[in-house]
């Protein structure tokens, strides 16, 4: 698959510098990866499809406002959310320094000013800092990812947890620890091998 195809098939509009941005991630996640190890995807395809495309499968979902993406590892989603969402500021958080150097990197190389990259755990962020909306990939049980996520959600925030399909087990699990909580499934457009599915946790009115 081609990125444009991938956009396309996303049913996503792109200017030229978002598409010549995401190129960009794309060779240089390939050259950084040979010197540095920043993820399990080594070459083009998958770099394309598990980094990129996927990280833009929840697009219908992200609104203006403040948002972070936790457990962000090299950037994703937080990268190419930050080039597609210009009115959102995207906030990417991991405690892997080396990892984060990438999103440093690419936030210089394409002036992205809508990111912020912070390197701690998501505990040791003070709360003051609230969001509209946290957003995971592959971060945690969705158990933990609530739990985690909470203190940092303004009053009428999400959380945006992206998962594999069979992630029926970790909502009954949640639902019956955070009765606070609403918890909706949605399917993303099917882009990686595997069905990647969206849970999207609200907390109940008071």
């Not at 080039?83 to 990197?105: E, I, Q």
Request: glycine fraction near 6%; proline fraction near 4%.
């Amino acid at each position: 698959m081609r990125l444009v195809d991938g956009l396309n098939y996303l049913e996503l509009a792109y200017s030229k510098n978002q598409l010549i941005c995401l190129k960009t991630i794309l060779h240089e996640h390939l050259k950084w990866n040979k010197v540095y190890n920043i993820s399990a995807h080594r070459d083009e395809k998958n770099v394309l499809i598990y980094q990129i495309l996927d990280s833009l499968t929840p697009h219908d979902f992200i609104r203006d406002g403040r948002l972070l993406d936790v457990g962000t590892g090299p950037g994703f989603p937080g990268l190419p959310l930050a080039l597609f969402f210009p009115n959102t500021h995207v906030t990417v958080v991991d405690s892997n320094d080396k990892k984060l150097a990438f999103s440093r990197h690419i936030k210089a190389i394409c002036n992205i000013g809508n990111l912020q990259i912070v390197h701690k755990r998501i505990e040791e962020l003070p709360t003051t800092q609230q969001f509209d909306q946290i957003i995971s990939r592959a971060f945690r049980h969705l158990n933990g990812m609530i739990e985690c996520s909470l203190a940092f959600l303004k009053p009428d925030g999400e959380i945006l947890a992206m998962k594999g399909a069979q992630v029926e087990s970790e909502i009954v699990d949640a639902q019956s620890t955070h009765g606070n909580c609403m918890i909706r499934l949605h399917k993303l457009p099917h882009i990686v091998d595997e069905q990647r599915m969206l849970v999207v946790v609200k907390q109940r009115s008071a």
